[in-house]
């Protein structure tokens, strides 16, 4: 079975703090995803990253940056947080193939006071 | 501009009953979608997809339904079980040359009823 692992399940941080969320995943899987989840607005594609050190900007970057020093391991860092940034934060995984289903993790709800 | 829409935020069928959930979409390079299943506090799991050269694809007690010429796709379930009980988010990829992207609906909380 696929295992993706975000290393948080709640965060709660001050606004302008610099936070990182972080994702590993033991497939091999090229592609890494990071979504936030809200609702009324289901999930919406952050950044992605198909190769190491590769990184591609999704629908809503901004205020986000991410980082892929390994293939398992994929980082979301919150540059100066905002209250706006409340949210859940889902990573996921796939192969590089077309059409490959994504295995997500289990969410990290973020909190900004 | 939501490219993916699930316009029922929630459903509730009784048990034994079809649950039917809808999902719209407006762009036409879609060419492949997945529904997915969400349970509180868990991340999304695959349930199942369609290729857009199908009209239907089956598995077990799921069924995906896909309109081309209508932009549409369902979900049923039949029967439905109290475990079905979750969100359901449909899904369309874009294939980018790099990665699958895939774009998701707002999700329909769906509740099976005793």
């Known amino acids: 079975d696929v295992k993706v692992t975000q290393s948080s399940r709640y965060l709660v941080k001050r606004t302008g703090e610099k936070v990182f969320l972080e994702c590993v995943q033991d497939?091999?899987?090229?592609?890494m995803f990071w979504y936030r989840q809200d609702p009324g607005l289901g999930l919406r594609l952050i950044y992605f990253?198909?190769?190491?050190?590769?990184?591609e900007k999704g629908d809503i970057p901004e205020g986000y940056s991410v980082s892929r020093e390994k293939k398992e391991r994929f980082s979301l860092i919150l540059e100066s947080a905002s209250t706006n940034q409340t949210s859940m934060y889902l990573c996921?995984?796939?192969?590089?193939?077309?059409?490959?289903?994504?295995?997500f993790g289990n969410g990290t709800r973020l909190t900004v006071t | 501009d939501q490219q993916v829409k699930q316009n029922s935020p929630s459903l509730s069928v009784q048990e034994g009953r079809i649950s039917i959930l809808n999902c719209d979409y407006t762009?036409?390079?879609?060419?492949?979608f997945l529904w997915y299943k969400k349970y509180p506090a868990e991340g999304p799991t695959f349930l199942i997809s369609?290729?857009?050269?199908?009209d239907k694809n089956e598995d077990g007690r799921f069924t995906v339904f896909l309109n081309k010429s209508a932009k549409h796709l369902s979900l049923h379930i039949v029967p439905s079980q109290p475990g079905d009980s979750a969100v359901y988010f449909c899904?369309?990829?874009?294939?980018?040359?790099?990665?699958?992207?895939?774009?998701f609906g707002t999700g329909t909380r769906l509740q099976v009823t005793l």
């Open positions: 762009n036409s390079m879609f060419d492949y």
């Open positions: 369609i290729s857009s050269i199908k």
């Open positions: 996921a995984s796939s192969f590089w193939r077309n059409n490959s289903p994504l295995h």
């Open positions: 990253s198909y190769d190491v050190k590769m990184k």
């Open positions: 497939m091999d899987h090229e592609n």
């Open positions: 899904a369309a990829i874009t294939n980018t040359g790099t990665a699958s992207k895939l774009t």
